[in-house]
Every structure is written in C-alpha cells, then in structure tokens.
C-alpha cells in the first residue's frame, strides 16, 4: 500500500510518499481502508519530534481516519465487514489502509459524509468530553473558550450552546479571529493579544465570572484565568500551546470550591476508551441532524500530505484540513 512515511524529524520536507506493507489485524483489530484522514497540529508536533510520547522515526503520522472495515480480526464480533467507520489507528492515519483497535473503532451513521467524519474525531470527541464529562456543564452556566477559533475551540463554541450554556466567551490571539469564533457560536470573542482577558470577562458578566473555562494554552493564561473563575467554578486544562507552566497555589481553590481539572484524549484512548463509546454515541446524533457543524477548509491528495503541514504549520488553515485517498 502507499503511505506517509516521517524518515526524520524536520520540515515537511522529511515526509516521503512510499510503498510499505499493509498491516494484518491482531484478533481484537480491524483492517479499515482509509477515505479520509485529518491533519491535526499534534502531527506537525510529532514531526519534529516535540510531541510527548510520540513516535521515532520513521513512523507514519496521523490520529484519526474515516474509512471502510475490509477485514475483521478473530475476536472481533461488534462490527462487520464493509461498515462505514471512523477510528484512532494503531500506527498513524497517513496510510491506504490502517489498523485500529475494535475498542477505538467507531460506525457512522448512513447520512454522515465521509469527509465530515474524517474531520470531527479529535476536535468533537475531546470538545464534547471536556464539557459534558470533565466540566459537566449544566443548563445556565456560562463558558470560556480559549482559542476559540480553532479547531477544538470552534467545535466546543457550539457544543456548548447545545448542552446549554447561557452565554460562551472566546478568547483568540488576533482579531481577524474574531468572525471565525462568532460564527462558532460565541456572545462575545476578546483579543487577549490586545485586552485584558479577564477584566473583560468580569465586565461581561457583572463580575461574577464564569462558571467554566477551557484552557489549551497553559502558562500565563492558565494563572490569569483564575481571576475570572467563578466560585464553584472549573478550569479545564488541556493543551500547553504556549509552552509555559502555569502555577496555582491551594488557596485560590477550597474557599472559593472552585477546581482545577485535567483532560487527555490520548490519554484516555490509551487507558480508558470505553469512555469513548457514549461520546461518540452523542457526537454522531449531533452531527447527523445538524446541530453541529465542522468546517472543512482544505482537501490534498494524500500524496499531498507536505503541502497540507506547510498550510497548517503556517497557520493559513481555516476549518479542518483533511487528506483523501478514495471512496
């Protein structure tokens, strides 16, 4: 089959369209013949060798695919030869055809577009498990999203309207981001490039503050958001964008009973995927009757797949970007 193949860390220039054998599913494994895969920023990460735990080349890349099931393991008996899936392979996405785990493999509903399959795994899953898990946001509360133009943060804005949160705040880092997170769903956006995130969030909320935050940026962001947490509050930590180390100290939690929470989709694909089943359960019915919508604006070739990093490592992307092999 032909693949993607990462000979070393470094530029885009490192990935290599070549021949490799196709995988042979283990007994509780499936063989998918990839349609679609996205390009996420933790691939161009792994790259260059700055994602933790990530592969040594070469490897193939990639986290997520929406394809067929061509072949079935022995102790494989939820899924059947010929069902439209999407799944988190074993070893990398970037491929004709991958392997995943019968446990991480997931049948999409007849009226979900491949493409729009192959574009919500990773954005959706941990969008929808930050909030209705891990923030268990109820009906009134109001949100925080930072980065709330990206792909996670765009997915998350319309979530949790959907979960019911009375007003969604976005923070980004520019204003030509500003459109994006307002059509994602969000009441007010902030360019904390340019404003104080957290006085404004008190001004748009009476001082009160928010009742959850979702934080992929870490460091100073992490510590400042606390100042606009409210009491009985939670801050979702999930990413480390800046690269910075935020610091908390006890006393900013217990007298306030606010939390400060962790969340890992790899983690939990790892260690515990059986928590993935209801969310996709959940994501899927939105997905289907329209509720939520993910953007897809950008399509290469698989071959492509060097051009599709510069457009994503550059920050040009806007939507999903995906790389298609056939239907």
Do not use: W
């Not at 990839?34 to 070469?58: C, E, I, L, M, W």
């Not at 923070?171 to 104080?196: M, R």
Request: charged share 20%.
């Amino acid at each position: 089959m032909k693949a993607v193949v990462i000979t070393d860390y470094g530029t885009p220039d490192v990935m290599h369209y070549t021949d490799v054998n196709t995988p042979a599913p283990k007994a509780t494994q499936v063989l998918i013949r990839t349609v679609a895969t996205s390009v996420n920023f933790a691939d161009v990460k792994a790259r260059y060798g700055n994602k933790s735990g990530g592969n040594h080349p070469p490897f193939i890349p990639g986290l997520d695919v929406a394809g067929v099931i061509e072949e079935l393991g022995d102790e494989v008996h939820n899924l059947k030869v010929g069902q439209r899936v999407i799944a988190f392979p074993l070893n990398g996405s970037y491929a004709e055809y991958v392997v995943a785990n019968e446990s991480l493999t997931f049948v999409i509903p007849d009226n979900l577009h491949f493409e729009i399959a192959a574009a919500c795994p990773i954005v959706s899953f941990t969008a929808y498990k930050l909030l209705a898990d891990v923030a268990r946001l109820t009906q009134g509360e109001m949100v925080l999203i930072h980065a709330a133009a990206g792909g996670v943060g765009t997915t998350a804005s319309q979530l949790a309207k959907i979960l019911g949160a009375s007003c969604v705040i976005g923070t980004v880092g520019n204003e030509s981001k500003f459109q994006t997170a307002l059509e994602a769903g969000c009441d007010h956006v902030i360019c904390y490039g340019t404003e104080d995130f957290s006085i404004k969030v008190k001004e748009i909320t009476d001082g009160r503050g928010v009742d959850v935050i979702l934080d992929s940026v870490a460091g100073s962001v992490s510590e400042k958001s606390l100042q606009c947490l409210a009491n009985y509050g939670r801050l979702i930590h999930f990413g480390n964008s800046s690269g910075e180390v935020g610091h908390f100290q006890t006393s900013d939690l217990h007298s306030s009973c606010r939390s400060v929470l962790g969340f890992s989709l790899g983690t939990t694909r790892k260690e515990r995927p059986y928590l993935l089943r209801d969310t996709a359960n959940h994501v899927f019915g939105y997905l289907s009757n329209g509720r939520l919508k993910i953007k897809v604006g950008h399509r290469f070739k698989l071959e492509d797949a060097a051009e599709a990093h510069r457009v994503v490592e550059g920050r040009h992307s806007v939507g999903k970007v995906l790389l298609t092999v056939s239907e």
